[in-house]
């Protein structure tokens, strides 16, 4: 598993327009070549009467899966270009398919490849690009009254909270980076003063966004 890396943050669309020609960019996270082709499929369904459904992915924690069809566009202006885009993002586990309606006015290669790329580009903005972060979740054991000064303390941290147990005590579950934990637990023992027991718990990833 990696420590981090950069994915789409959910599934979406995003349509532009040029030269009377809508390409519509669908976008989603895929976690193996089975599902990205399945995520294919689907759309390729959903827009069978389309000129084109060029897709593009990139799955693995090295991207040693990728894979890019240009669907009848003339060889290397449409698949290819979208991959680059995913590429140069430093994007992971992601399949996009770019559906083409032809509006009567060719492109060129150059054209096409533009107008694909910028599909993908735009869609990525659009939709927002969250950096996925492996950290270990530290849980501990507070009273009701206590709640509020814990909430402050690790917001004003960064720290995230994963989960909220009430019972007749309240349980917070937190992420913590996997080099961060020493500190993170010799701070606990100074803000609780020395009143609070944490708990290593599972690894699990947590997301925030990006700008890109």
């Known amino acids: 598993m990696l420590d981090h890396y950069l994915t789409i943050r959910e599934e979406g669309e995003h349509e532009i327009v040029i030269q009377k020609s809508r390409f519509i960019c669908t976008i989603a996270r895929a976690y193996s070549e089975e599902e990205a082709q399945g995520f294919i499929a689907k759309i390729k369904k959903e827009h069978w009467n389309a000129t084109h459904n060029c897709s593009a992915y990139l799955i693995g924690d090295r991207s ?63 939709i927002g690009i969250v950096e996925r972060k492996l950290a270990t979740l530290i849980s501990f054991t507070i009273s009701y009254s206590q709640l509020g000064k814990f909430e402050n303390v690790l917001g004003q941290k960064g720290y995230s909270i994963a989960d909220k147990v009430f019972t007749d005590v309240v349980t917070l579950s937190v992420f913590v980076d996997q080099d961060d934990i020493e500190a993170f637990l010799m701070w606990m023992t100074e803000v609780s003063n020395g009143q609070v027991h944490c708990t290593l718990g599972e690894k699990k990833y947590y997301e925030k966004d990006v700008s890109q």
């Open 64 to 126: 040693e899966f990728q894979k890019a069809s240009d669907d009848g566009e003339p060889s290397g202006t449409a698949g290819i270009p979208m991959l680059e885009v995913l590429k140069k993002k430093n994007l992971q586990n992601v399949v996009v398919l770019v559906t083409r309606y032809f509006g009567g006015i060719k492109l060129g290669a150059g054209g096409l490849v533009r107008a694909y790329g910028s599909a993908v580009s735009e869609a990525c903005h659009e």
